[in-house]
């Protein structure tokens, strides 16, 4: 069975390395992963779970690219890079608009289509920080001596790991729903959070 075989070429003292390098470097706060917070905060989990979904279908999206050796054909080419990055920054950026206008609302509201399945899966490719993360992962560390073979156990490994990092970002925006009940501290957290998209944002394109 292909599963058998992908476990016995595996070298299992590799993967507690990739899943350290996994836990600081994607988990690491990012436009993402702060929007998932805000969303969180503003909406609670249930309301925002499409929006969930939608930010790992998109960085599902990027991992298979970097897998496969997309990222590198990408980068080949300067002049599709700069566009990917214009349009990346455009969405961040009105996504960060919609973060910092968020009413303060004394209970969580219906969310906006900010926050649908078709922006988190928008996000998740348009997000720069997840292109550098998920390349920089994949380089630190070998998991099988065939290309194709260490790629497939990659995905297997990242794959969960995305997941996890995604629904605890989500979680610490409830945490944090209690100081948007007052409006003066709701907008105050509602900006902070739409800088801090755009400065990860920046962060990752100057990286």
Do not use: Q
């Not at 003292?13 to 990012?30: D, N, R």
């Not at 490719?125 to 997840?130: R, S, Y």
């Not at 099988?144 to 989500?170: E, F, H, N, R, Y």
Request: glycine share 8%; aromatic share 6%; with cysteine.
């Amino acid at each position: 069975m292909p599963e058998a075989l992908l476990a016995v070429a595996i070298r299992w003292e590799s993967v507690g390395t990739l899943l350290l390098m996994s836990l600081a470097i994607m988990g690491s706060p990012g436009p993402a992963t702060i929007s998932l917070v805000a969303a969180g905060s503003a909406h609670g989990v249930r309301r925002c779970l499409p929006y969930l979904a939608g930010i790992i279908a998109g960085t599902m999206i990027v991992l298979v690219a970097v897998a496969t050796g997309i990222t590198t054909a990408l980068l080949a080419m300067p002049a599709t890079g700069s566009v990917l990055i214009w349009i990346s920054a455009g969405y961040i950026l009105w996504l960060a608009y919609h973060i910092a206008t968020a009413p303060p609302l004394p209970e969580p509201a219906a969310a906006s289509k900010a926050f649908s399945f078709a922006g988190g899966t928008l996000l998740g490719v348009a997000n720069p920080k997840a292109w550098v993360a998920i390349a920089a992962v994949f380089a630190s560390a070998h998991l099988a001596g065939s290309a194709t073979t260490d790629a497939a156990a990659k995905l297997t490994v990242l794959t969960p790991m995305i997941v996890v990092v995604c629904v605890t970002w989500l979680l610490a925006g409830t945490a944090i729903a209690p100081l948007l009940r007052d409006p003066r501290r709701g907008r105050l957290v509602n900006v902070a959070l739409a800088v801090a998209v755009v400065g990860a944002t920046a962060l990752a394109v100057l990286h």
